[in-house]
């Protein structure tokens, strides 16, 4: 819609709502009216009125089942999941041949955590349109949300054979893939979705992770040049708006590490890396281990970078705690590659690499 006809758009919906409301005055319980007034409201974005005003109306009139699924709706875009839940059962129980109240009604429960739920919502759609893109998504980012990963990822295939161009299934999938540690199958769904995508940072961070996995350094530098190009084109993307992307992801003993890059290093330290250690249950992090430099890019540090000496900087290779502790594990003259860098990080975790100075919080918990 262009500027001219979202004026005129808007001009027509505070004239409609100005013209129902005067009606409304003079005939407050007219059922038409009180329904055309609060679905003005939801369209306009005023949530809370709209939700108001349809309450008043279900008050009224309790088997309008129209207005119970707008209600729903204006309860549900003002963040009131539980309402919202609720006007949609009511909805569905009154029209239980509407395939969009019950698709509704599982996007509420979602939202609450309450993904068994939502299934059930769900499945009732695919009974009445059983060939639901929407449905069959949401089935299986349920079936993800419960740990069923492999019905999930049956139903973000099905979903792809509706529609091939369905870019979030085709990224749920490949996630699915990564989860399972079938990288090949990932970085096919991702190489796929990057054809339809080509400028979604998200997905070229994905692409970079799994080449890394697959050992394909030429490949994986191939498309972590790509992403360095949108951020030097572009910081609209919300992966490059982040400043930073996870560029890898590896297991080390009972350790999982998660690799991040900055795009543009800056601050005191200037952190170049950041490699976040879980356990294995990925619930919280251990510690971090920082690749950063010792001053931010500008003055005798930027003319030298753009002159292609590096070496005038210096790097250190720094731990930190959860408690404070803060350890550090080296300074090196010169940059290094990431693989040369998450060698070193290696060498921390398996105990060969000891600090060289350690700093503790007196504040913190020992850390052992």
Request: glycine letters at 8%; aromatic letters at 12%.
């Amino acid at each position: 819609m262009n500027r001219g006809r979202e004026k005129e758009a808007s001009h027509a919906f505070r004239m409609a709502k100005k013209a129902l409301q005067r009606f409304i005055e003079k005939n407050p319980e007219h059922e038409r009216a009180l329904f055309l007034l609060g679905k003005t409201y939801f369209y306009t974005g005023e949530d809370q009125p709209a939700a108001d005003m349809l309450s008043q109306l279900v008050a009224l009139y309790p088997d309008n089942h129209q207005a119970w699924f707008y209600k729903g709706l204006a309860e549900m875009y003002g963040g009131k999941h539980g309402a919202a839940s609720q006007a949609f059962d009511k909805a569905s129980r009154l029209e239980p041949a509407n395939p969009s109240y019950f698709e509704e009604w599982g996007r509420s429960l979602a939202f609450q955590g309450r993904h068994h739920e939502a299934l059930k919502a769900y499945e009732q759609v695919l009974i009445l349109s059983p060939s639901s893109e929407t449905a069959l998504f949401q089935t299986g980012v349920a079936l993800n949300a419960i740990g069923d990963h492999r019905e999930a990822l049956v139903r973000f295939l099905e979903v792809l054979m509706i529609n091939p161009e369905h870019q979030n299934a085709y990224y749920n999938a490949g996630q699915i893939h990564q989860l399972l540690g079938e990288h090949r199958k990932a970085l096919s769904q991702y190489l796929k979705l990057a054809r339809l995508a080509p400028q979604d940072g998200a997905t070229l961070a994905k692409i970079v992770q799994l080449y890394d996995a697959l050992n394909n350094t030429r490949k994986r530098d191939a498309y972590r040049g790509r992403l360095f190009a949108l951020w030097q084109q572009s910081h609209d993307d919300p992966q490059i708006k982040r400043g930073f992307y996870c560029c890898a992801q590896f297991v080390e003993g009972d350790y999982k590490v998660v690799s991040l890059e900055y795009f543009e290093p800056k601050g005191n330290p200037a952190r170049k890396w950041l490699f976040q250690v879980y356990d294995a249950s990925m619930v919280e992090i251990l510690f971090e281990i920082s690749w950063c430099a010792d001053d931010d890019l500008d003055g005798p540090a930027q003319v030298a970078r753009q002159l292609g000496d590096a070496n005038q900087r210096t790097y250190q290779l720094e731990g930190l705690w959860p408690n404070g502790d803060h350890r550090t594990f080296g300074e090196f003259p010169g940059e290094r590659d990431f693989d040369q860098v998450r060698a070193l990080v290696v060498q921390i975790l398996r105990g060969n690499l000891e600090p060289i100075a350690v700093s503790e919080n007196p504040l913190g918990d020992k850390t052992p």
